[in-house]
């Protein structure tokens, strides 16, 4: 299966002014690319289950970096047949920092991508037509990251420092940072995924994911680094969404939910026992380490990432109106969004929330 926009063109054959509308989405988030990144010159490799079996649905879904353990059940549920259970034939294809995912998604190149909740909301206000289906991540592992005793072990002390910030950041967590802890522009400097700046000064403060950056810098320099988690901040995202067009809830939900009930049960196939998934991220990313992955995985439920808040209850994916109505009500005060904004056209409760035992069983 392979969407294509209301002209039957593919990705490249966009018409100009749906081009600049999702374009601008990407851009706001940091996120540049372009029609000429060829998936065949990608230093990267799609991973699928398929199979000559023409009852099985194709579905391509979009990671927005390469193979990792945050990505793990979705890798499991490809692994173990989960997806082919529930009569997909799913490709996963991996991303990078270039990756512009709302134009590959309303272009017709996937059929799913992992998004996030700012990006919905300001999808919404575009009035781009794609839609969040589920949460996989109940925190954004979103971190600063500073040097041991230097005394910035808090939000509160950090105003006024320098701090690498990258593209993302500052149309996500920044302005949330500005008005809560009363940071000023003037601290940002550019972060460009390289932990060496960080390394050769100690004064220096970077932005980084709890699963990542830590473990390259305890790694590359011998650091223990300070980690500042902003979700225990107060910075209330869904995070690792996944995220389709409207036009597909509408013409195939049936599709969709199968999607998400056999992606969120490779979830917990994956925290029980990760060996099938990370075979598979192995072998698309050869130059992940089982080091890195058990670090990452660590991580993800010491922090209760993908099975804390609702998810308790509700099972991996799990969303609730009012959570996002609290995210977006925090990004109206920092001045983000208009209060205009219907935020609430950015995701459906209706594929989510069915109980743990309903995954598990």
């Not at 398929?50 to 353990?69: G, M, N, P, R, Y």
């Not at 173990?80 to 529930?86: S, W």
């Not at 920044?174 to 932990?195: E, I, S």
Request: glycine content about 10%; proline content about 4%; overall charge neutral.
């Amino acid at each position: 299966m392979s969407q294509l926009d209301d002209s039957g063109n593919g990705i490249c054959g966009i018409n100009r002014r749906k081009f600049i509308k999702y374009g601008s989405i990407a851009v706001s988030t940091g996120m540049l690319a372009a029609c000429t990144n060829d998936s065949k010159t990608s230093p990267v490799t799609s991973v699928s289950n398929s199979t000559s079996d023409s009852k099985l649905d194709k579905i391509t879904f979009s990671i927005h970096w390469v193979a990792e353990a945050e990505y793990g059940g979705f890798y499991q549920a490809l692994a173990t047949g989960i997806y082919k259970d529930h009569g997909l034939d799913v490709t996963i294809k991996p991303g990078g920092p270039r990756g512009n995912y709302t134009l590959l998604l309303m272009g017709g190149s996937v059929d799913l991508i992992m998004g996030h909740a700012g990006d919905a909301i300001g999808a919404s206000r575009d009035n781009v037509p794609i839609v969040t289906v589920a949460a996989i991540f109940q925190k954004d592992p979103q971190v600063l990251i500073t040097h041991p005793g230097t005394g910035n072990d808090s939000l509160e002390k950090l105003k006024g420092k320098q701090i690498l910030v990258g593209s993302g950041g500052e149309a996500t967590y920044w302005p949330f940072l500005k008005a809560k802890y009363g940071f000023t522009d003037d601290q940002k400097r550019p972060y460009n995924f390289d932990v060496q700046p960080f390394l050769k000064d100690k004064n220096i403060i970077q932005q980084g994911l709890l699963t990542a950056e830590p473990f390259e810098i305890k790694k590359k320099g011998g650091v223990e680094p300070q980690v500042i988690l902003l979700a225990d901040y107060g910075y209330n995202a869904y995070a690792f969404t996944i995220e389709t067009t409207k036009k597909l809830v509408e013409r195939n939900p049936d599709l969709v939910q199968r999607f998400v009930d056999a992606s969120i049960k490779g979830w917990y196939s994956y925290l029980d026992e990760p060996i099938p998934g990370n075979t598979l991220i192995k072998k698309d990313n050869p130059d992940i380490t089982d080091e890195q992955l058990n670090f990452s995985l660590e991580k993800l439920k010491e922090n209760a990432i993908i099975t804390g808040g609702d998810a308790q209850q509700l099972g991996i994916g799990a969303m609730k109106e009012e959570r996002w109505q609290s995210f977006f009500d925090n990004l109206v005060k920092t001045g983000v969004f208009d209060a205009s904004t219907n935020y609430k056209d950015a995701f459906t409760l209706q594929f989510v929330n069915k109980g743990v035992s309903y995954y598990k069983t």
